[in-house]
């Protein structure tokens, strides 16, 4: 048939047949036996108005329905299909024409501008017809689709298994894929409502897949808990806290579970291996369980077969990368001895050292400057407001010489490396040879002498700055008294002339302008004759000073990385240069591709831990080694490192529907120098998370929560203390209890009397009420073995305790009633340990930690969290370590120190450090300041009561002591001192008590001395 639209002048006739089909199993209200028609329509632009709409021809002129398609003039789409169109079109009435919009989804559509409204709504409701058309047909040919997506959604109102990602995600997106070509393409009022609702489940599943997947696993859950309730009271000795028990069930395509220091990790890996196996979800072949430690796997194995009655074996990642290399190449390659013995790992890498510093002389001098520290940024003393904030810098760094002499700053330290290194014998800070009376001033101590000349050598730390007027002007560090410091300058000056010994003088200005070791050999060469030390002589001797323990150290946790990660040495060069870590890190690589070569070298057939992961990586990658493992349970998964997160990513990824269990505590993550990686767990979702509704990283957490270990003071303080790192993961902590009294508690300890503050803490723990039928067990932590006591001793001296030492590594997994933790003080090798935590370790590892000692803190909560009732931290009074100053400074940690000591801590008026008591052998104690090398600060005790500090009161002006309340004449030229009777040759006079360091004297005594002359 043909007909026209009436009264569109612009419009060309029109030829239309219809055809109208029903979907299979609905009815549209429509007879089966009406014929077919088929649509054949134009639609076009009225040239003016679409000229004016559309001036550039961006859209095109006519539309052409033709069948199953629609044929456009001009415009970016050539030809449409109607499977192409995503919504009904849509006329839109102008003020001269109207145009009319066909939606193809994905923000794209066509327009078709300047075209007469009455002839736009016939062709929309045309291309309507024919679309609502096509859909219903393409509709009918799914009927299986939409059977079986039916029966899975019907499946997931009660769950027979748990609906992981990986088993949901293919249902959701068949039907995500039925509703974008089909289903969100029909036309409701054309196929009816019936036939609607009955596809309204696949929509919704298509639409809403997150909300239906969480109510199928609720459901399960649910269902799995009841049946299961009797397994979960009994497989344990004790029934598993409601956190177990959902760890147990859930079974999401990845697994965390967050198990905090004594949270019941094992007993989850235990129940969880049961379960998969008596519900009959796994058979014992496909369960893969992974520990670190050999000892934990044979535990793991024993208690599982305990459980379920079937023998399931837990390997360590060696033991399953040999079995995998045996299985693949018929034979396992020799281990090398080094694989399972640190301590022979790190002599080897020691003896590698020492054979290319012996061998290669380009190296040898790189390996000799960095330890001589000509490699490391040296901070600056003009960048800090305090001498206390200065002091304690130089003080952490432990400026210790290639001689073995401790030296008072950094420039000092290059100085005294560089004679060293030169043949140059010296004495650091040796008395000045001649006698000097009078003088009002401590003995002098000039900083270097020159053996061979008796020359002397003092380094002054002044820098140039140039005034206005162009004359230059020697400056100081912000905290030092300038007139002072030059005054002393010139005195030295003074003496050396008087006396007529030679002085070289070296300037801090010089190191600012990078020529201070140039300038040094210049004013030194006419007195001595260099002798530069063979590097091997060097290296010989800085070893036995302890000096290359830290260097091997950084060295093997590098190269443990490296292998690890699979990197190359360009790759950390670049990476160094991006991160503009300058010329030390120039310096490590340098060391480092020597090292490693050699390393390899004597490797030769022989393999590593690190090459065994990797070569059975590679095995599992290539499809060579086909895995029987459907479930991977893993045990400490805070130690993983970038090799066994590959080997376990490997055997997921052969298997669609293997899931991954690992069960772990990022807050006790602590053997990176043993190459773990800890931004492994924190990323576990996107580095093993499973795929669901085009969204990545799918993976359920699990946080354990409870604790059956340390009371209220400890966890919640231990939890506190590991969370000010904020990139550590954020659990809930259940204590074991509740303590009345503060649970941790801090001894002070000096030098001469650490072993006596150990036996009183251990007496004291003695006296509380011990656990019923057994002893009270007292664990001794140090950061490292060279701390342990004599505890043949301490055993014997306190029977009543059971009394074990650990370092803070070796001690996980353990516990006791006490922990004791030793030597928490500010020294290299002291708590935290200032030789971890290396910046150069960034170059090996995907992610940095900014976070300062951020492996250290999680050091310490482990020491802390091995305690059921008390932490007890030994720290030096004098240098107590940043983690016992921060624990003392918060009042939210609850921390029991000396009331006495604390007391009796008073501010340096010097420095801005701590005054700290010292008690006299036989008579009155006194005061020292903390720095008592830098700053050397010294007060006499109140002469009343022998043991408090006198403080200066506000408005009399007094000293009053806090201890007796004598009250002393304040010294009018310093905060601290107080004035006492001294004698001169014009006989006795009031002075200041911190003669010579302040020569303060009483206004009445000058003024006598003045009228009589004196």
Not at 765 to 785: C, D, Q, W
Not at 862 to 884: C, D, G, N, Q
């Amino acid at each position: 048939m043909t007909y026209s639209i009436p009264g569109d002048k612009y419009s060309e006739p029109v030829n239309a047949t219809w055809t109208r089909r029903l979907p299979p199993w609905g009815t549209s209200g429509m007879s089966e036996t009406e014929p077919d028609h088929w649509i054949s329509m134009k639609l076009v632009s009225r040239p003016l108005p679409a000229f004016l709409s559309d001036p550039f021809r961006k859209h095109p002129r006519a539309l052409a329905l033709q069948d199953n398609t629609i044929a456009a003039s001009g415009g970016a789409h050539a030809r449409i299909h109607l499977s192409e169109i995503a919504a009904s079109p849509v006329v839109q009435r102008g003020r001269v024409s109207a145009r009319l919009t066909l939606d193809l989804g994905n923000q794209s559509s066509v327009l078709l501008p300047g075209v007469q409204e009455a002839a736009a709504r016939a062709f929309a409701q045309a291309v309507e017809t024919a679309w609502s058309g096509y859909n219903l047909s393409q509709l009918s040919k799914e009927d299986d689709a939409i059977a079986a997506l039916m029966m899975a959604i019907e499946g997931l109102k009660a769950p027979a298994n748990y609906p992981a990602a990986c088993l949901v995600d293919p249902v959701a997106s068949q039907a995500a894929d039925l509703d974008a070509r089909v289903l969100k393409k029909l036309n409701p009022a054309a196929i009816g409502e019936e036939t609607m609702a009955r596809l309204a489940p696949i929509m919704e599943l298509a639409r809403n897949p997150e909300q239906l997947r969480d109510a199928a696993i609720a459901a399960f859950v649910d269902q799995q808990l009841a049946e299961w309730k009797e397994f979960f009271d009994t497989v344990e000795s004790m029934p598993l806290t409601p956190e177990q028990r959902l760890s147990v069930v859930v079974d999401e395509d990845a697994t965390l579970v967050l198990a905090g220091a004594g949270s019941g990790k094992t007993s989850v890996i235990t129940a969880k291996a049961a379960y998969l196996v008596k519900a009959g979800i796994r058979q014992p072949h496909e369960l893969l369980l992974l520990a670190f430690a050999k000892d934990a796997a044979t535990e793991m194995s024993e208690r599982i077969e305990a459980r379920c009655g079937v023998p399931i074996i837990a390997r360590t990642f060696h033991a399953l990368a040999y079995e995998i290399i045996g299985t693949v190449e018929g034979e396992k390659p020799p281990l090398a001895p080094t694989a399972t013995d640190d301590k022979a790992f790190l002599q080897l890498i020691k003896d590698i050292l020492r054979d290319i510093v012996s061998r290669m002389a380009d190296i040898a001098g790189t390996v000799v400057g960095w330890f001589a520290g000509f490699f490391d940024d040296i901070p600056n003393a003009w960048d800090y407001d305090s001498a206390h904030k200065w002091y304690s810098e130089v003080e952490s760094r432990n400026l210790r010489s290639l001689k073995g002499d401790t030296v008072a700053s950094f420039e000092e330290l290059m100085i005294a490396n560089w004679l060293y290194l030169n043949g140059i014998a010296y004495e650091y800070e040796p008395t000045y040879e001649h006698k000097l009376t009078g003088t009002g001033r401590r003995a002098y101590t000039p900083d270097f002498r020159l053996t061979e000349s008796g020359v002397y050598l003092e380094h002054f730390g002044v820098r140039k700055t140039t005034r206005k007027d162009g004359t230059e002007e020697l400056t100081t560090a912000p905290f030092i008294d300038r007139d002072t410091y030059l005054e002393g300058m010139a005195w030295k000056r003074q003496v050396h002339a008087e006396h007529e010994t030679t002085l070289i003088e070296t300037y801090s200005w010089e190191n600012e302008e990078g020529r201070l070791l140039e300038a040094l050999a210049e004013k030194v060469a006419p007195h001595v004759t260099l002798r530069p030390r063979p590097a091997l002589e060097i290296y010989d001797s800085v070893t036995s000073l302890g000096v290359v323990d830290g260097f091997t150290s950084l060295i093997a946790t590098f190269l443990r990385h490296f292998k690890n990660g699979s990197y190359h040495l360009g790759d950390c060069e670049t990476k160094a240069a991006t991160l503009k870590m300058g010329k030390r890190s120039q310096a490590f690589l340098k060391i480092f591709g020597a090292v490693y070569r050699e390393y390899q070298d004597r490797l030769g057939d022989r393999i590593d831990f690190e090459d065994m992961v990797n070569r059975a990586t590679a095995l599992v990658e290539s499809g060579r080694y086909d895995s029987p493992f459907r479930h991977i349970l893993v045990d400490e998964f805070q130690d993983i490192s970038t090799g066994r997160a590959r080997l376990i990513q490997a055997l997921k990824n052969q298997h669609p529907e293997t899931r991954i269990f690992a069960v772990g505590d990022d807050w006790q993550s602590i053997y990176r120098f043993a190459g773990s990686d800890i931004h492994i767990m924190r990323n576990f979702g996107r580095e093993f998370g499973g795929v669901f509704a085009g969204r990545e990283g799918v993976h359920r957490t699990v946080d354990l929560g409870r604790t059956f270990r340390s009371v209220d003071k400890i966890a919640l303080a231990a939890r506190r203390f590991v969370l000010c790192n904020p990139a550590q993961i954020t659990k809930t902590v259940v204590p074991a209890g509740e303590a009345e009294h503060p649970a941790i508690r801090i001894a002070w300890t000096r030098r001469e009397t650490g072993e006596q503050v150990l036996d009183d803490t251990l007496k004291a723990l003695t006296a509380e009420p011990a656990p019923p039928g057994r002893k009270a067990t007292a664990l001794l932590l140090g950061r490292y073995r060279f701390i342990e006591p004599d505890m043949r001793g301490l055993r014997r001296r306190h029977q009543h305790l059971t009394i074990t030492f650990k370092t803070i590594h070796a001690s996980k997994g353990l516990e006791a009633d006490h922990v004791v933790l030793l030597g928490a003080d500010r020294a290299r090798m002291g708590f935290p340990s200032m030789i971890v935590d290396d910046p150069l370790l960034a170059l090996v590892s995907p992610e940095a930690e900014p976070f300062a000692k951020a492996e250290e803190r999680r050091v310490m909560y482990v020491a802390m969290t091995r305690a059921r009732r008390t932490v007890t931290i030994l720290a030096s009074e004098a240098r107590p370590s940043a983690f016992v100053t921060e624990l003392l400074k918060d009042p939210a940690y609850d921390v029991a120190s000396p009331r006495e000591a604390q007391e009796r801590t008073h501010t340096c008026g010097q420095c801005g450090g701590r005054l700290l008591f010292m008690p006299g052998s036989d008579g009155p104690g006194w005061y020292r300041c903390e720095h008592i090398k830098h700053c050397g600060n010294r007060m006499p005790a109140c002469p009343a009561c022998g043991t408090g500090l006198p403080v200066r009161k506000e408005p009399k002006d007094e000293k009053i002591c806090r201890d007796c309340g004598a009250v002393q004449a304040p010294c009018p030229e310093c905060t601290d001192g107080w004035l006492v009777e001294r004698r001169g040759r014009y006989g006795a006079f009031l002075g200041c008590v911190r003669f010579p360091d302040c020569a303060g004297k009483s206004k009445k005594e000058r003024r006598a001395r003045q009228r009589t002359g004196g």
